[in-house]
C-alpha cells in the first residue's frame, strides 16, 4: 500500500491550495479516506473523510472552505483549501483502513486509528 501525498505549498492568507493523493496497492474505491492534519507542538486532526460510496464529512474547523473529493478512475483523493488561515498551517496527511473514520472527523486520531498514512505535505499560510 503507497499514498503519496502532493500540492502542498506557502500560500497567503485567503489563498487557496489543492492536495491530492495518489494510492496504490489496495482497491481504492472501496475504501473511506481521510485527511489529517498535524501542526508543531499540537495533535493531529481529522479535518475531512469521504467514503467509498462518496459520502463527505468534514470537520467544523474548515467547514466551508475545505472540500474532500475523489477520483476513482485515478486512484487518487483530493481536498480543496480555500479562505485558507495561519491556523491551517499543518503537515497535512491522507489516512486509509479506519474501522470508522466518520466518528473521528473534527477529533485527535492516533496514528493506529488508521492502517496506513501517506508521508505529508507542507502547508503553511503566511
Known amino acids: 500500500v503507497q499514498l503519496v501525498e502532493s500540492g502542498g505549498g506557502l500560500v497567503q492568507p485567503g489563498g487557496s491550495l489543492r492536495l491530492s493523493c495518489a494510492a496504490s496497492?489496495?482497491?481504492?474505491?472501496?475504501?473511506?479516506m481521510s485527511w489529517v492534519r498535524q501542526a508543531p507542538g499540537k495533535s493531529r486532526e481529522a479535518v475531512a473523510q469521504i467514503d467509498a460510496d462518496g459520502s463527505k464529512l468534514v470537520g467544523d474547523s474548515v467547514k466551508g472552505r475545505f472540500t474532500i473529493s475523489h477520483d476513482n478512475a485515478k486512484n487518487t483523493l483530493y481536498l480543496q483549501m480555500d479562505s485558507l488561515k495561519p491556523e491551517d498551517t499543518a503537515m497535512y496527511y491522507c489516512?486509509?483502513?479506519?474501522?470508522?473514520?466518520?466518528?473521528?472527523?473534527?477529533?485527535?486520531?492516533?496514528?493506529?486509528?488508521?492502517?496506513?498514512w501517506g508521508q505529508g505535505t507542507q502547508v503553511t499560510v503566511s
Open positions: 496497492g489496495f482497491t481504492f474505491s472501496s475504501y473511506a
Open positions: 489516512a486509509a483502513g479506519s474501522l470508522d473514520p466518520a466518528c473521528l472527523v473534527g477529533r485527535h486520531p492516533q496514528r493506529t486509528d488508521f492502517g496506513f
